[in-house]
């Protein structure tokens, strides 16, 4: 099955942690996201990677980190600067420069206790 | 702020019914795309609009995109209860980097059987 997957589905985490969500797609896609979705909110994109060794800041980058080390995974830190982390966080995939369709992973949703 | 802004924030009908969701923004765009949600999961595509169109279809969806007054509108037809979602407009921006989505808060639709 070709898709995007993302791990843990759930994930509770102390004030103070850091934690780190998984993103692996097999699309061969080059480009890659991170949004940050909550409740009755639409999303808002963290940080995106074009390519592999590279990646851009997006709206609410502050308190986040990534990497993209390989074309088929890009892993998203949530530091404990980031003040107000409890959200649904969602990874999406895209095939090149010149594509418009993103596709989206299931999801994982992070509560911070 | 928000580039697409969907209304109404909520709907209920009842099955058979049509469902039409609203969609603003407020700068040029390259495409204006339009996503579903399932409670708790990742994003799925529905279907895409070049600006230089006017209205698509796709199966039971109809799109409409007027650029003079920068809104977009999603028709589904004979409405379903596997209908039921979450509807998100997401505007296409130019970016040095590729197209930059911009999503809406969404559309929570209700199909009651």
């Known amino acids: 099955d070709g898709g995007i997957t993302q791990s843990p589905k759930y994930l509770f985490r102390k004030e103070g942690q850091n934690v780190t969500l998984s993103c692996e797609q097999n699309?061969?896609?080059?480009?890659m996201y991170w949004y940050r979705q909550d409740p009755g909110q639409g999303l808002r994109l963290i940080y995106y990677?074009?390519?592999?060794?590279?990646?851009q800041k997006g709206d609410i980058a502050e308190g986040y980190s990534v990497s993209r080390e390989k074309k088929e995974s890009f892993p998203l830190t949530v530091t404990s600067a980031q003040k107000n982390p409890t959200a649904f966080y969602l990874c999406?995939?895209?095939?090149?420069?010149?594509?418009?369709?993103?596709?989206f992973g299931p999801g994982t949703r992070l509560t911070v206790l | 702020s928000q580039q697409g802004e969907e209304d109404p924030q909520a709907l209920s009908i009842q099955e058979g019914e049509n469902a039409t969701m609203n969609c603003s923004y407020k700068t040029s765009i390259n495409n204006l795309q339009w996503y579903r949600q399932n409670s708790g999961r990742g994003l799925v595509h529905l279907i895409l609009i070049r600006s230089n169109e006017r209205e698509k279809h796709s199966g039971r969806l109809r799109v409409t995109l007027d650029t003079s007054k920068k809104s977009s509108s999603l028709l589904i037809t004979a409405s379903r209860a596997a209908d039921t979602a979450s509807y998100f407009c997401a505007v296409a921006l130019r970016m040095e980097y590729g197209n930059k989505l911009v999503f809406g808060a969404g559309t929570i639709l209700r199909v009651k059987s």
């Open positions: 999406a995939s895209r095939q090149g420069a010149k594509a418009d369709t993103q596709y």
């Open positions: 990677s074009q390519i592999v060794n590279d990646f």
């Open positions: 699309l061969n896609h080059d480009a």
